[in-house]
């Protein structure tokens, strides 16, 4: 018995007294509250706190402004002691390109704060910080953003940036905007009294409206609606006989991008031209400044999906297998960590998008990327169901007390009179109620860990010096990749996409190289070596390294000792590595 009490004791005392890391708990030297959204001056405030409370990891730069002079805020994580950013495969990470779209701005910063404060604390954190760098830009459309959270919105609405737009072609700019007649902070719908009407509200709870029109009653006579539908909240400003089809902006930053651009008749919301918008240039031209950024992550919202793609079906052909392999791959341990999401192709899945931000990324540079739709309505029940009506205002019910639904009330409206306003607030669905933000963005976040985890990390795996006789020498040195990301996609490499690989023999004095090249199969013979024409000393590599895939390179040195030297490899979107040949010698292998 009493040893029984000392084992027990000894076990609490253990449990009680275990590390904080043992809980899967994190200390940071910041406390910030994942439980809430920020608009742009307290998501500038967040920036900077972390910034300052993690010199060493994170570094505050000013990417450009918006269209109304907004700062878009980019933060760059690296460990400078492990090399610049500019000197590893980084990681691209952005959010909220649309304005409506504003949990993506809360999983970007969730991610700076969880690897800057991770970082010593997490095996597996600190090894990806210290070999890869990361960019960060919380919000790519800060106006768009703080527009929607301070202003009256639907869920779906300034989607867009505010520039004013022409969107109707009448001539005139964003002259017919909704407007929140009822003063309720949203953009509600309109209902209208009508014996005529095709809709009518449900007995046992008024804020439900159905449609009737044509259905057959309980009574086996055919119904006829009481309401008419007139659309979302506002007033007709310009007297075209049309509510709210001219607002704020109108065009999609989504759809600016040089990869399969489209004017605006085919495309509808792209600008005139590609990087038509100071924060869409303001990206590209950071991009286009980095060729080691060698993945990219969009956060979107919402539907729950992994996107890749070709945004169009006439771009499938430009993505090579191998490269759909790695997508797929990816995806694959997405859906594992991501409840109810979806690995999705964007044309043939979702839509086509003409001038996608993530198809640039694929398409115009070879970086392998996704779009992620944050949030899914299946996470409302929890069981893999979407709710109906019913089914959702019994969750807005119970679980948030009502908050995301406006009460119908009525409203002189100037053109029809009395009126409903009223419906689901522009909280109703998109976003994640604030409760559930932090396990979101956590889930997001890690599915982003894992793309980036699989950036290219290259080895040397077998370096090895020949005595062919006569004075000559054969080196070899196998090189692997032990990650899921090429060195060199495949589709860069077929467009020629960026710089090659490059592999560098440099020998000591007295020596000189003769011949060199790659050996197929990984094959050691010395005749079965492809020997370049020009250069051999410094071998362009342009598949570069696969997954799982070595590539041997051989050279044929000239020197009356064994040669010695050093062997780099360098690659844009892969730290360089380099090795030492040895002194010692091995037979040649029979022919």
Not at 478 to 493: F, H
Request: net charge negative; charged share 25%; proline share 7%.
């Amino acid at each position: 018995m009493k040893k029984t009490f000392a084992l027990v004791i000894t076990v609490l005392a253990a449990l009680f007294n275990s590390p904080v890391s043992a809980q899967q708990q994190i200390d940071s030297r910041v406390d910030i509250a994942w439980n809430r959204y920020y608009d742009f001056d307290q998501m500038t405030d967040v920036i900077k706190k972390l910034v300052d409370a993690y010199p060493e990891l994170l570094t505050l730069h000013e990417l450009g402004r918006s269209d109304l002079g907004r700062e878009m805020w980019l933060v760059v994580l690296n460990n400078p002691e492990t090399g610049a950013d500019d000197t590893k495969p980084a990681m691209w990470v952005d959010g909220n390109v649309h304005g409506n779209e504003i949990q993506a701005t809360e999983t970007v910063l969730y991610s700076i704060w969880y690897l800057a404060s991770a970082y010593g604390q997490v095996p597996r954190i600190t090894e990806l910080v210290d070999r890869t760098s990361w960019y960060f830009v919380p919000s790519v459309n800060p106006d768009g953003r703080d527009g929607w959270l301070k202003g009256a919105h639907t869920p779906h609405s300034n989607r867009t940036g505010l520039r004013p737009t022409d969107n109707d072609r009448d001539g005139l700019l964003d002259e017919d905007p909704p407007e929140d007649l009822n003063g309720d902070g949203s953009i509600g719908q309109m209902w209208k009294k009508d014996p005529h009407g095709d809709w009518v509200r449900d007995e046992e709870d008024p804020r439900i409206f159905r449609r009737v029109d044509g259905e057959i009653g309980p009574d086996g006579r055919m119904r006829h609606g009481e309401w008419t539908s007139l659309g979302s909240e506002g007033i007709d400003n310009d007297g075209d006989g049309r509510i709210n089809e001219d607002g704020v902006g109108g065009y999609d930053m989504n759809r600016d991008w040089p990869s399969d651009w489209q004017p605006p008749h085919v495309q509808r919301g792209a600008g005139d031209h590609p990087f038509t918008y100071p924060e869409t240039r303001s990206v590209g031209e950071f991009i286009h400044a980095h060729p080691n950024i060698a993945a990219g992550q969009s956060y979107h919202n919402a539907g729950g999906m992994i996107l890749r793609g070709p945004g169009a079906s006439y771009r499938e052909r430009d993505y090579p297998r191998s490269d759909v392999r790695t997508y797929e791959a990816i995806q694959d341990a997405g859906v594992e960590m991501l409840p109810f999401y979806d690995k999705m192709v964007i044309y043939k899945d979702l839509y086509s998008v003409h001038g996608g931000f993530v198809n640039w990324l694929a398409e115009g540079l070879g970086v392998i990327s996704f779009t992620n739709e944050l949030w899914s309505d299946k996470r409302i029940l929890q069981n893999g169901d979407t709710p109906d009506q019913e089914g959702r205002l019994r969750f807005e019910d119970r679980v948030l007390f009502g908050q995301t639904f406006d009460e119908f009330t009525e409203f002189d409206h100037p053109e029809h009179g009395q009126v409903l306003i009223g419906g689901g607030s522009k909280w109703w669905s998109r976003n994640p109620p604030p409760f559930m933000i932090e396990e979101e963005a956590h889930r997001n976040f890690a599915f982003t860990v894992f793309h980036a985890e699989q950036m290219p990390e290259l080895r040397f795996d077998r370096v090895e010096v020949v005595d062919l006789g006569d004075g000559l020498w054969q080196v070899d040195a196998t090189v692997l990749n032990d990650r899921l990301i090429p060195s060199r996609s495949a589709l860069a490499a077929q467009k020629r996409i960026g710089l090659p690989d490059f592999v560098l023999i440099e020998p000591d004095a007295d020596a000189t190289i003769i011949a060199g090249g790659t050996v197929p199969d990984d094959v050691r013979k010395p005749g079965l070596m492809n020997p370049v024409t020009k250069r051999p000393g410094r071998l362009a590599h342009d598949a570069g390294i696969s997954a799982r895939s070595p590539v041997r390179f051989r050279w044929i040195v000239s020197s009356e000792q064994a040669p010695s030297g050093t062997i780099r490899y360098q690659s844009e979107k892969a730290s360089g590595i380099k090795t030492a040949f040895p002194a010692e010698t091995t037979p040649p292998d029979p022919i």
